[in-house]
């Protein structure tokens, strides 16, 4: 089951998107869920975690300007991005960790086959 990634722009040094990463049905939701990114340089990287427990973790570079978050409601997760930089440019991704049920993984493991559920991407470019 693909997750479906939304929200992604053009913006200026500073601006702000919100992403939207939406589930059909509720079959991730008991299960650890995270944003990724993407560039064709550095090819994917970690950027937040969300369990089921509210316990969230961050890759360093963007602690503090990003939060994840989700509406178990809508089965939609959000990925609320402030204080973008050029850095922060890439396709960013959703998807679920299937390796474990409510917490997720001590380590990114991004080439892990546990995280299912990637999408088309949703591209942020950001302008200097």
């Known amino acids: 089951v693909h997750l479906v990634e939304s929200g992604g722009g053009s913006v200026e040094a500073g601006g702000s998107l919100r992403l939207s990463c939406v589930s059909a049905?509720?079959?991730?939701?008991?299960?650890?869920m995270g944003w990724f990114r993407e560039t064709p340089g550095k090819g994917r990287e970690g950027v937040t975690t969300l369990d089921k427990f509210g316990r969230t973790t961050y890759t360093e570079s963007v602690e503090g300007r990003f939060t994840i978050a989700e509406d178990e409601a809508k089965n939609t997760l959000y990925l609320l991005m402030n204080d973008l930089q050029p850095a922060d440019t890439a396709t960013y991704y959703c998807?679920?960790?299937?390796?474990?049920?409510?917490?997720?993984?001590?380590?990114?493991?991004?080439?892990?086959?546990?995280?299912?559920?990637w999408g088309q991407g949703t591209q942020v470019t950001v302008s200097s």
């Open positions: 049905g509720d079959r991730y939701s008991n299960h650890c």
């Open positions: 998807a679920a960790y299937v390796g474990l049920r409510r917490i997720c993984p001590s380590q990114w493991q991004v080439d892990n086959a546990n995280w299912v559920g």
